[in-house]
């Protein structure tokens, strides 16, 4: 019986620590929404950038962002400085400066450049339709993440068209995330 019970704790330990955001590439997140439209949540990454380690250990760790994610969007994992080929908006984008054996910072790829993004880690939110909706620079805890996560899956964004609008909805916002 004691074994039993080890293993049960055992698997469903396991269980816990190994779910993730179900990350895919933007292509199978553009098709995955001609079937069920969801919107996309993209995050930009480089292989030298710090930061953007830590959003992955400490923020796409958290559980409440996984369950998050993955209920309310498709997830995009795209490294800036890649090779992926892109088709967004009837427009194939890549890296056609991509050097190999580059160590470090490598050409930044077309698709980052089309999305006017200029720092990493980069969080791009798009709508069920694909249609960009915002980018979001810079790295976030959880629980910074958490009010633009919410505020775009529920279509909240829509009615902040000013700066007051969007200080209230600051304010007034209750996370959950812990």
Known sequence: MKNTLLLLA????TAVTAQKIN???????????????KKIFMDVYTK???PCKLLD????????VIDFVNENYYAVKFNAEGTEEITYNGFTYTNPNYQPARRGRNATHFFADALKLRGYPSLVFF????????????YK?????????????NDDYKTLTTMEAWEDYQENFKGTFE
């Not at 055992?10 to 330990?13: A, G, M, R, V």
């Not at 250990?57 to 409440?64: A, C, I, Q, R, V």
Request: aromatic share 8%; net charge negative; charged share 20%.
């Open 57 to 64: 250990k400490n923020t796409f760790g958290d559980k409440n």
């Open 10 to 13: 055992l698997i469903i330990s």
């Open 141 to 153: 805890t959880p629980q910074q993440l958490e009010i633009f996560l919410k505020m775009i899956a």
């Open 23 to 37: 990350w895919m590439s933007m292509d199978e997140a553009l098709a995955a929404q001609k079937d069920e439209p």
């Open 127 to 138: 709508g069920e339709d694909g249609t960009l909706i915002q980018a979001l620079p810079g």
């Open 48 to 50: 030298w950038c710090g």
